[in-house]
């Protein structure tokens, strides 16, 4: 009798990448071999209430994505019992023990998800898990944060500034004066810790500056303002590894919109090159740091990690994305389909790489 490993795949959550979360898990499922693996999928309201669910996720009539919903099911949460990490459900007044978790894919993006709060509580309750650790989540996710971090490792990126809520409420003129000083126009404003294009603006004058801003503001407390790049090319590769890693040839985006907006992602059909048109000295610039920046910031696992190109031909570091999409409009698992490793496979991948991660951090357990 072969035994399954038991998977816990984690999606929804409280940040508002909420939709892109249940679009990259409905994915992750399909590709999940049944015979090798017992899957569990659980959904993270937008609440936070962790709710077991059958898989079968869709948008609700009406609905262009799909999110968890408060009914979708009974409430679950994962305890540390005597004899390791189970899923206990709860109903009724009524606690039944779903059995033990071997490892679980948490297909979390943004705050909650994405920073190290889920993968602190999995390595709590001793549950592998896929992806970055707690610390290379929390700085990965954190555009401030990573930014200095690849600063302090001298990886070329464009011009920044990070402002904070505090500052620009005491004197907004102030910060204005100080970015338009710093940085020339179009400028991009984005909160510190979202993704999936959400809250970014494009501004090219001081009252959308101001505006774009106060839009940011409304996802989070930090904002990093970026100078425009002239004549941009983006351009991503996947990785994969822990101690040893590989890495994809690049691929390029080109977007439906002025730039790679949330509905150029995810609606309205961007054109993805793999691979793309780049000369060799130029792959293995990209190639190089994106080595560094994986290390820069401690990853392990995976990771998509975003370049841009500006019109001479620099390579420039944008970011790193420690829970890529996995939906099937995203460059992740097309990159690693290009070099020969199809979902499925991609999958396992992931799921050995979290085991061997785990094992090698009880080596050093107190």
Not at 87 to 106: E, I, K, N, Q, S
Request: proline content about 6%.
């Amino acid at each position: 009798m072969v035994v399954r490993s038991r998977v816990l795949v984690l999606f929804g959550g409280r940040s508002s990448e909420h939709q892109i979360s249940c679009l990259s898990a409905r994915s992750v499922l399909a590709a999940l071999d049944r015979e090798r693996y017992d899957v569990v999928p659980v959904g993270i309201t937008r609440e936070g209430r962790w709710v077991l669910t059958d898989g079968d996720i869709r948008p609700a009539p009406g609905q262009a994505l799909p999110e968890v919903l408060d009914d979708d099911g009974p409430t679950v949460a994962l305890v540390r019992g005597r004899k390791g990490a189970t899923l206990v459900r709860f109903a009724d007044d009524v606690h039944t023990d779903l059995g033990p978790v071997d490892v679980c894919f948490p297909v979390l993006h943004g705050p909650y998800g994405e920073d190290g709060t889920v993968q602190g509580l999995l390595a709590s309750a001793g549950v592998a898990y896929v992806g970055a650790d707690v610390t290379a989540s929390s700085v990965g996710v954190d555009k401030r944060a990573m930014k200095n971090a690849f600063k302090a490792r001298g990886i070329p990126q464009g011009p920044y500034l990070p402002v904070r809520r505090e500052r620009f409420e005491a004197d907004r003129f102030a910060v204005l004066d100080d970015i338009e000083a710093a940085l020339r126009y179009p400028i991009f404003t984005k909160p510190a810790r979202q993704g999936s294009s959400i809250g970014i603006s494009k501004v090219t004058d001081r009252p959308t500056l101001m505006a774009g801003i106060e839009e940011a503001f409304t996802y989070d407390r930090v904002v990093v303002v970026e100078e425009g790049i002239a004549d941009l090319r983006e351009v991503e590769v996947g990785v994969l590894g822990n101690d040893v890693i590989e890495l994809t040839v690049p691929g390029e985006i080109k977007p439906s919109a002025g730039f790679y907006t949330f509905d150029a992602k995810y609606l309205e059909g961007s054109e993805l090159l793999v691979p793309a048109p780049l000369d060799e000295a130029t792959s293995q610039r990209i190639d190089v740091l994106a080595r560094q920046a994986y290390l820069a910031i401690g990853c392990r696992g995976m990771a998509r990690i975003d370049f841009f190109l500006d019109g001479a031909g620099e390579v420039l570091i944008n970011e790193i994305n420690t829970i890529p999409g996995f939906t099937p409009n995203s460059m992740f698992p097309r990159l690693w389909e290009h070099m020969g490793v199809g979902y499925p496979a991609l999958v396992d991948r992931l799921l050995t790489l979290a085991i061997e991660a785990a094992d090698r951090e009880q080596r050093y357990a107190p």
